[in-house]
């Protein structure tokens, strides 16, 4: 079957759409890629997202607008990417999450993803399945991460502990044991991290005045030095200690977090050098540090996806965090890092319309499995 996967994640750089054939049943998937692409979003769209991320207010007129606009840019990537001669059967879109409030104790969680599927049904001709955190949400669970159980089918290894680590916008984790392990399945465990770009992204943005957008290859996080005091004070903070089930967004990491960030290391007097390189540092540290406080042993490969995987620097003080771990990117084991989350989206919508569950209630904290998305038919 032939599917299309979209998503747009925090970074809100734009929407990666992979087409992708799916085979098999449950677990046992036959999976490949066969053309992936990313659509930047017309600037003025990212600027309105970023702002609504951060907090600005807009009437039901106006949400309504952008969950069309939104939607119609992700209708266009599928008209765009599609070769002449393919047939595609179905549509996966995860859609832009604006704002995520995880689970409290006695209140379930919110979990807003704008870019509504009937209306990319409706555009593209294509039968199209979205809104897949809610089902989750629903039965008390955190809506996320949801890439775990894409994880487990598609990285698991008989001899191998592995953690796979996503590190976009946010960055989360999947904890797979070999699978010769007793009872494997029950021992996986899956969590946000917290930041993986984000805050290296906002400062890039505040320091060159919005010049420069991300911190290449870490080039300038390299030319400085991490202030080890800061970082262990920023991963004294609540979310970093919170045992999983655990999820987050920029609704934590934020501006005003970053602002934060900017005032402590003007006490310390830091260079935006070393700014950026102490800001990277808490992004591997709270990596590693979820791994030391969670995990029943170091994984034997950590293996990496998402934007971050292609910042060296970031890369080598992850290492350096974790000396008995192997780092891999997903590429090496033949599964594109760029796409990953597309194609999970392509899967769970195979999964929806095959009533397999898409959640892992260990890892997201629902009471039960269910099958995720909601179905829009279209007319063509
Ligand atoms: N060559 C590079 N060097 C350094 N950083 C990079 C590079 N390429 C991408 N990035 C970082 O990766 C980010 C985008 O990552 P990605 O597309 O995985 O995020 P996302 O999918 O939006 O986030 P999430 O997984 O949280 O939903 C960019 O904002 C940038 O910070
Ligand atoms: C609410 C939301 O959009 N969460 C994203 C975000 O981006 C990374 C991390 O935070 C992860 O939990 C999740 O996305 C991935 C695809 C997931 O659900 O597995």
């Known amino acids: 079957m032939i599917i299309i996967g979209l998503m747009s994640g925090t970074s809100v ?21 066969l053309v992936g ?10 600027e309105e997202i970023l702002q609504v991320c951060a907090g600005k207010p ?33 549509i996966g879109s995860h859609g832009q999450t604006v704002y995520h409030q995880p689970p409290q104790k006695n209140q379930l969680g919110y979990t807003l993803q704008l870019g509504r599927g009937d209306l990319i049904s409706y555009l593209t001709g294509i039968n199209t399945v979205s809104n897949f955190r ?35 916008g946010i960055g989360n984790a999947t904890y797979l044991p070999s ?49 080890q005091v ?11 200690k919170q045992k999983p089930p655990k999820s987050t967004g920029r609704e934590l990491f934020s501006p005003h977090y970053l602002q934060q960030c900017l005032k402590d290391a003007q006490t310390y007097n830091l260079s935006s ?21 969670f995990l029943p042993s170091p994984p034997h490969e950590v293996v990496l996806a998402g934007g971050g995987s292609r910042n060296s620097y970031l890369k080598e003080r992850l290492q350096a965090h974790l000396p008995h771990s192997r780092l891999l990117n997903s590429d090496d084991l033949g599964i594109s890092s760029e ?42």
């Not at 692409?37 to 990212?46: E, I, V």
């Not at 629903?138 to 996503?166: E, F, M, T, W």
């Not at 984000?198 to 010049?211: K, S, W, Y």
């Open 13 to 33: 750089d734009g929407i990666d759409a992979a087409i992708v054939n799916i085979e098999g049943q449950g677990l046992d998937l036959k999976v490949d890629l």
């Open 37 to 46: 692409q990313t659509f930047p979003y017309s600037p003025s769209l990212r």
């Open 58 to 90: 807009l009437s039901m007129e106006e949400l309504s607008k952008l969950d069309n606009a939104i939607a119609s840019e992700f209708a266009q990537a599928v008209t765009s990417i599609i070769p002449d001669d393919l047939k595609v059967d179905l």
């Open 134 to 168: 809610v089902a989750d949400i629903a039965l008390g669970g955190q809506g996320a991460p949801l890439v775990s159980k894409i994880d487990v089918c598609l990285y698991r290894h008989p001899h191998h502990h592995r953690c796979l680590q996503n590190i976009g």
């Open 179 to 227: 699978s010769h392990t007793p009872q494997w399945q029950e021992k996986i465990m899956g969590w946000d991290t917290g930041p993986g770009n984000v805050l290296i992204d906002l400062a890039v943005q505040e320091l060159t005045n919005n010049q420069q957008k991300f911190d290449f290859n870490g080039e300038w996080s390299r030319q400085g030095k991490p202030c």
């Open 230 to 240: 800061l970082v262990k004070k920023w991963l004294n903070q609540d979310f970093f």
């Open 273 to 293: 050098a070393d700014c950026l390189a102490t800001l990277t540092e808490l992004t591997v540290a709270s990596i590693a540090d979820s791994y030391h406080r």
């Open 339 to 380: 796409f990953k989350e597309a194609i999970a989206f392509a899967i769970l919508a195979y999964w929806h319309i095959n009533n397999f569950p898409g959640n892992l209630p260990q890892v997201t904290g629902a009471k039960k499995e269910v099958i995720l998305g909601q179905h829009y038919l279209s007319s063509r």
